[in-house]
């Protein structure tokens, strides 16, 4: 059975930082894409980052990049998000999701087949 596990999240001071970890069990990590999502209350999901397999390659939506990272660590079955310079638009809840696709040459993502069941980020002004 996999499982999905984020942890991390909490109340922030806008400009601070967070690193939000997922682990994921019952699957084969390192053969997978992944990806961390957000949706904040009153808005779909949207896609923040995702990386492949390797950690080699790593795409962000724009209203992130420069100040959120994503890597991985196959070794412990875990992925990572450094959350740089937070914003009070970046309140949201935040999944992890494996096996999907996402591309970065069109920004999209496909429908995970696994999701955490999210950790909730607070940004405060």
């Known amino acids: 059975q996999v499982q999905v596990v984020e942890s991390g999240g909490g109340l922030v001071q806008a400009g601070g930082s967070l690193r939000l970890s997922c682990t994921a069990s019952g699957l084969t990590f390192d053969r997978y894409i992944m990806a961390w999502f957000r949706q904040a209350p009153g808005k779909e999901r949207e896609g923040v980052a995702c990386i492949n397999w390797s950690g080699t390659i790593t795409y962000y939506a724009d209203s992130v990049k420069g100040r959120f990272t994503i890597s991985r660590d196959n070794a412990k079955n875990t992925l990572y998000l450094q959350m740089n310079s937070l914003k009070k638009e970046d309140t949201a809840m935040y999944y992890c999701?494996?096996?999907?696709?996402?591309?970065?040459?069109?920004?999209?993502?496909?429908?995970?087949?696994?999701w955490g069941q999210g950790t909730q980020v607070t940004v405060s002004s």
């Open positions: 999701a494996a096996d999907l696709s996402c591309s970065s040459s069109s920004g999209t993502y496909g429908s995970p087949n696994y």
